[in-house]
């Protein structure tokens, strides 16, 4: 198969998903004490905003289910539409949040629905990171991949910075109580918005020409992944497990804490953030290109170590009551973060057998965002709370980082494995 040359059109609508879906998983963090009050009202603001981060890791829990579906869309039926029926799932269940009654107008009723339609977000947004990568990647010349793919997790941390910005914007402009009634809907109205923008996008995309033409009426390719391709699946998430946990601490958990313990004011924090995720995604693409310059094992290797050893220190900036402190911790682990980011897509597609790939990567990127992404903030709240010791995340973020060296040095061999029998990538 000969590689194609894709479209600037093209790129923006293959990733535009993915905007959509770190946008509002972004707001739904940020929202968290918001949505803890408004949906699990509680005499114990740390038990509403627990309840909260669980709805968030329920919703990631649920792209396990997800990856299942897309998975066997991706490989069996194509990219294309997996892409788009992810996106219209997606920004509907943005819309329908949007219009949820609180706990104070039809009681426990709404916080069941929210489940219910953060479940089906988490489905839908299982097959969006996975199949608009491959499709990507499957499209580009070896020498640039790394480069081109780093396009998908680009947009996905602008949706970050959107998911981020719109907030602060709002909690500028709105006061408290305005934010606590009814500005909280705002952003997912936003996201609806832009979940309809990708679907008009997609509707001429071309489909990749690596889909496989065989026999369609055999074993689901998931199953087939997940019994002859476990182990492959075991080490996609060990890979990826530093990228979720960092991303989720520093961002999710990092941001409620702020408010809510050190008493920064969301404006402040939430400006932080923002130009923090704005930095990362800008240097996002740059790890790619250096990536296929030096080696997608590299690059990896010196973000892990990095990782390990810069960790505590950073996290302690992020701990001083200075501004200036809690901005340059945070900035050095998003610029750490954001180097796992850039090349993930690139190695997991990389790594996957073809007639299998959207099947693989899907796993392998959403059990690990099921089990140690969504859960990332809620295990940090509740390790804080119980043993008083500010660094337990650090333990959290270093432990996934030395586990996935291994993997790391792995990476060329895996990728070999993944081409044996097939000329073509």
């Known amino acids: 198969m000969q590689t194609e040359m894709l479209s600037r059109r093209s790129v923006v609508a293959a990733t535009s998903g993915n905007t959509l879906e770190w946008y509002d998983f972004t707001v739904y963090g940020f929202l968290a004490p918001i949505i803890g009050q408004v949906f699990f009202p509680s005499d114990d603001p740390f038990a509403a905003t627990l309840s909260a981060f669980a709805v968030l890791a329920i919703g990631y829990a649920a792209r396990a289910i997800g990856s299942l579906v897309f998975g066997h869309i991706g490989d069996r039926l194509g990219r294309k539409p997996a892409l788009i029926l992810s996106v219209l799932l997606m920004g509907g269940g943005s819309f329908a949040i949007a219009c949820l009654p609180t706990y104070d107008q039809i009681g426990i009723s709404a916080a069941v629905l929210l489940v219910i339609i953060r479940i089906l977000q988490g489905i839908s947004v299982a097959g969006e990171y996975t199949a608009s990568g491959v499709l990507i990647i499957e499209q580009t010349a070896m020498k640039r991949r790394a480069f081109i793919g780093s396009f998908v997790p680009f947009a996905m941390l602008m949706g970050c910075v959107l998911g981020s910005a719109v907030p602060a914007a709002l909690s500028t402009m709105l006061s408290s109580d305005q934010m606590a009634t009814w500005g909280w809907r705002l952003p997912f109205l936003f996201g609806a918005a832009v979940a309809a923008f990708s679907a008009i996008l997609r509707r001429n995309l071309r489909e990749s020409k690596a889909m496989p033409d065989g026999d369609r009426s055999g074993p689901s390719p998931v199953i087939v992944a997940l019994t002859q391709h476990w182990r492959l699946i075991t080490q996609m998430v060990i890979l990826l497990m530093p990228t979720a946990v960092i991303y989720f601490m520093i961002f999710v958990y990092a941001a409620s804490y702020l408010t809510g313990q050190m008493h920064v004011s969301s404006a402040k924090a939430l400006d932080i953030t923002t130009l923090n995720l704005l930095a990362m995604a800008l240097m996002v693409p740059i790890f790619g290109w250096l990536a296929d310059r030096i080696g997608l094992r ?128």
């Not at 050095?332 to 007639?355: E, I, K, Q």
């Not at 500010?390 to 270093?398: G, L, R, T, W």
């Open 298 to 425: 590299t690059v990896f290797l010196i973000a892990a170590i990095a990782s390990v050893v810069l960790a505590a220190p950073l996290w302690g900036l992020m701990l001083e009551d200075s501004v200036l402190s809690i901005y340059l911790g945070q900035l050095g682990l998003s610029l750490m973060n954001g180097v796992a980011w850039a090349l993930s897509v690139t190695a997991l597609t990389s790594m996957a057998p073809r007639d299998l790939r959207v099947s693989t990567v899907a796993l392998g990127y959403n059990i690990c965002m099921a089990v140690f992404g969504g859960s990332t903030a809620m295990i940090a709240t509740y390790l804080v709370h119980r043993t008083g010791d500010n660094y337990a995340p650090v333990y959290y973020m270093v432990g996934a980082s030395l586990l996935s060296i291994p993997v790391i040095w792995r990476i060329p061999k895996l990728i070999a494995d993944a081409q044996q029998g097939h000329s073509e990538f």
